[in-house]
């Protein structure tokens, strides 16, 4: 699986963004989908997760209420909707798909397959 994300940029806190996701080689309609970011200087955390039965979602305490995930599964895209930006959210943003159940889904150990990442920039 190939993982495309984009939808990146510049905006003012309080404002919103719609990262995209596109997946290519294979469906993703039965693999569970997440999102990861990782700011200047810090580890790679986890956001949110969405599993592949759609209903099932997970999100970072810092981000619940203001981040939904979401899925297409008959156009292969994942999407991060986010509002209310805060200048903590500063962070490349990494798509992430198919996971090993022995590892927690919070863990970046656990994604299999991963887009190359779109910077998200948000200004006080």
């Known amino acids: 699986v190939q993982l495309q994300a984009s939808g990146g940029g510049l905006v003012q806190a309080g404002g919103s963004l719609r990262l995209s996701c596109a997946a290519s080689?294979?469906?993703?309609?039965?693999?569970?989908v997440g999102w990861f970011r990782q700011a200047p200087g810090k580890e790679r955390e986890f956001v949110a997760a969405?599993?592949?039965?759609?209903?099932?979602?997970y999100y970072a305490d810092s981000v619940e209420g203001r981040f939904t995930i979401s899925r297409d599964n008959a156009k292969n895209m994942v999407y991060l909707q986010m509002n209310s930006l805060k200048p903590e959210d500063t962070a490349v943003y990494y798509c992430?798909?198919?996971?090993?159940?022995?590892?927690?889904?919070?863990?970046?150990?656990?994604?299999?397959?991963w887009g190359q990442g779109t910077l998200v920039t948000v200004s006080s």
């Open positions: 992430a798909a198919d996971r090993y159940s022995s590892y927690d889904m919070t863990s970046s150990k656990a994604w299999i397959y």
């Open positions: 080689g294979r469906t993703i309609s039965y693999t569970n």
């Open positions: 969405r599993g592949w039965t759609s209903s099932r979602t």
